[in-house]
């Protein structure tokens, strides 16, 4: 297997390389064979899942075996860092050569919501086609009539 290094980094990004798989073995913070906590939700309930895992048994026969397995992670929790991050990055000014689409609402100057001041749609990604541009106004104008904001619908 290839070690993941800046070079081959570089090399990925200017070529055709669209995603990058890692198969890594983890173990809890506090050293091998402590509790791991995987995050609850609603109703202190884990999120699982079942997978498919291939068993070789002491005659080195292969099998497959269906198990349930407990989610340490969600694309939709890794997708909310990235654009954390993302955002922390474009606050920045890392991102002044190469500007990314962004919509950005900001209540700053409003009576009660001037506390909130700027929101954009890696902040409330999920809320970027409701109440956030359906109530807001581009140079006076409702958004969702503006030409960006027929655009967008």
């Known amino acids: 297997m290839?070690?993941?290094?800046?070079?081959?980094?570089?090399?990925?990004?200017?070529?055709?390389?669209?995603?990058?798989?890692?198969?890594?073995?983890?173990?809890?913070?506090?050293?091998?064979?402590?509790?791991a906590f995987p995050?609850?939700?609603?109703?202190?309930?884990y999120a699982t899942e079942k997978r498919r895992v291939t068993i070789?048994?002491?005659d080195g026969k292969t099998s497959w075996q269906t198990i349930p397995c407990v989610l340490m992670d969600s694309v939709q929790?890794?997708?909310?860092r990235l654009e954390e991050a993302l955002q922390l990055a474009i606050d920045a000014g890392r991102f002044e050569d190469c500007p990314i689409p962004l919509?950005?609402?900001?209540?700053?100057?409003?009576?009660?919501?001037?506390?909130?001041?700027?929101?954009?749609?890696l902040q409330a990604p999920h809320r970027a086609a409701d109440a956030i541009l359906?109530?807001?106004l581009l140079?006076?104008?409702?958004?969702?009539?503006s030409d960006i904001g027929k655009k967008l619908d």
Do not use: C, H, M, W
């Not at 950005?104 to 001041?117: A, K, M, N, T």
């Not at 140079?139 to 009539?145: A, E, L, N, V």
């Open 103 to 121: 919509i950005e609402v900001d209540f700053s100057g409003l009576e009660l919501l001037d506390e909130i001041g700027r929101i954009t749609s």
């Open 2 to 35: 290839k070690t993941l290094d800046l070079s081959t980094l570089q090399s990925a990004v200017s070529g055709t390389a669209a995603a990058f798989r890692a198969r890594t073995r983890l173990q809890p913070a506090g050293g091998e064979g402590d509790k």
């Open 56 to 58: 070789t048994d002491s």
């Open 139 to 145: 140079d006076g104008t409702p958004f969702r009539k």
């Open 134 to 136: 359906r109530d807001s």
């Open 39 to 45: 995050p609850s939700y609603a109703g202190a309930v």
């Open 77 to 80: 929790s890794q997708a909310n």
